[in-house]
């Protein structure tokens, strides 16, 4: 925990002591809960420095930072496309892309240092394994076209998650969701149209979007997370208002949404029971596999070790950077103090 | 040692003007060595899309702000002058420009 004094949204030391002493008042609803309960149900957001119950609070962090870590673990499966773009246009977009991801862990780490976290401790915490991602970005990006999909299916279906998320109660994380939707779009337009591109190629560059497409399609339906009926944390999140829709009711909509898409780009979403349900007025579509979504997130997925040993390498080799960067902060500091005297 | 260092990169505040004739307004946190830093960082963060013409950055434990609460007693003396609301006036319909 930090012991800074700062402002806006963060919350100091000292106020966050008081508002602790406000639930030791016995079983009585105190005036933060009555004030946090009403802030809730009036639809209104809970600042930082608000009074918030433990849970929310540990909830918002663990949440933040599980969404930071994997947009700054997200970089890696199309960073590793950068030097091998088929041209300097795609290079250029892809760049951009994944700078966008990491602003995007930054946009969250900034979000998650509004309740005390701090982002170093968060980074430790993920390359030790203590904290997760999202699972989506233990797999392997085999060819270019992998690169498509992942800005159609995997930057889509994040783009379902979090548009919800942009009135998510705690406001920070939605004022942070609201920069990164807007950004988002770009990237799931910049994957359809490279996928279209290859489309219109020749049969091996449609064979490649095809087998991307039948690789991507289950683990993007697993972003969602568990169904319903096993997913524990989500009735508390859904009271609280951090989370608008089910998971699988987020999942329903990405398919609906998608399945339009695919057959514009001409290729088969690899389901065989998905088909449109006109009594439901939605699509049917297929189990997923709960047996491989639970594997790789526990730790077994393709490229889980290879993901955390990268992203404690790149933390390793950037020490002396910020070293650096410290001790020249501190010889200006001084140089001036000096002067001044 | 590396550990003591990240922790001497302070928090910083940024505050981003989005066009002229507007206010520069709180965009969110950076971790930077120096103000220096910061102001680039601020740029490569949260200005990536022609977002801002001007940016301010302001050492986090340099802000004072207001009690915890938004709305507590600090802000009460504006609570009862509804006098100050120009609605408070009736004046007659068939009055102009007024």
Redesign the interface.
């Known amino acids: 925990m930090?012991e800074?004094?700062?402002?806006?949204?963060?919350?100091t030391a000292v106020?966050r002591t008081?508002?602790g002493e406000q639930t030791t008042a016995g079983e009585q609803t105190t005036a933060g809960e009555r004030?946090f309960a009403e802030t809730i149900a009036k639809d209104q957001r809970v600042?930082p420095?608000?009074?918030m119950p433990e849970g929310y609070r540990k909830t918002m962090i663990r949440q933040i930072a599980q969404h930071a870590h994997s947009e700054i673990i997200g970089m890696q499966p199309e960073g590793a496309w950068i030097t091998r773009a088929p041209t300097l246009r795609r290079k250029a977009i892809l760049l951009?892309k994944v700078?966008?991801e990491a602003?995007h862990g930054?946009?969250l780490y900034?979000?998650a240092?509004?309740l005390g976290a701090?982002?170093?401790d968060l980074t430790r915490r993920l390359i030790e394994g203590r904290q997760k991602y999202s699972s989506i970005f233990n797999y392997p990006t085999l060819t270019f076209a992998d690169v498509g999909v992942i800005g159609w299916l995997v930057d889509g279906a994040a783009i379902c998650n979090q548009v919800p998320l942009c009135r998510s109660s705690f406001g920070p994380y939605a004022?942070?969701m609201i920069r990164i939707c807007k950004?988002e779009s770009f990237h799931q337009r910049q994957g359809y149209e490279l996928l279209m591109t290859m489309m219109s190629g020749t049969p091996e560059q449609r064979e490649m979007v095809q087998d991307a497409t039948n690789r991507w399609w289950w683990p993007s339906l697993m972003m969602f997370g568990p169904p319903d009926a096993d997913s524990p944390n989500s009735a508390q999140s859904m009271a609280w208002k951090i989370k608008r829709h089910s998971n699988d009711e987020l999942r329903q909509r990405f398919v609906d949404m998608t399945v339009p898409q695919a057959e514009a780009l001409g290729v088969t979403l690899p389901d065989p029971e998905l088909r449109w349900n006109a009594e439901r007025g939605q699509h049917d579509f297929g189990e997923i596999d709960w047996v491989e979504f639970k594997r790789v997130i526990a730790g077994g997925g393709p490229l889980n070790a290879q993901r955390i040993a990268h992203r404690r390498r790149a933390d390793?080799e950037g020490?002396w950077v910020?070293?650096a960067?410290?001790a020249?902060?501190?010889k200006?500091?001084a140089r001036r103090a000096g002067s001044d005297a | 040692m590396s550990e003591e260092i990240r922790h001497e990169w302070p928090l910083f505040e940024v505050f981003v003007r989005a066009k002229r004739g507007l206010n520069h307004v709180h965009v969110g946190s950076l971790r930077a060595a120096d103000h220096e830093m910061a102001l680039h960082h601020a740029r490569d963060l949260y200005t990536r899309r022609n977002e801002g013409v001007s940016i301010w950055v302001v050492r986090s434990d340099d802000v004072v702000s207001s009690g915890p609460a938004e709305k507590d007693a600090f802000f009460a003396p504006s609570g009862d002058k509804v006098y100050r609301h120009p609605t408070y006036y009736s004046i007659p319909d068939s009055v102009p420009h007024i």
């Open positions: 930090s800074q004094t700062t402002a806006g949204d963060q919350m106020e008081t508002a004030a600042e420095r608000d009074w951009a700078q966008d602003g930054l946009y900034s979000a240092e509004t701090d982002r170093g004022r942070a950004e390793e020490a910020r070293e960067a410290a020249h902060a501190a200006q500091a």
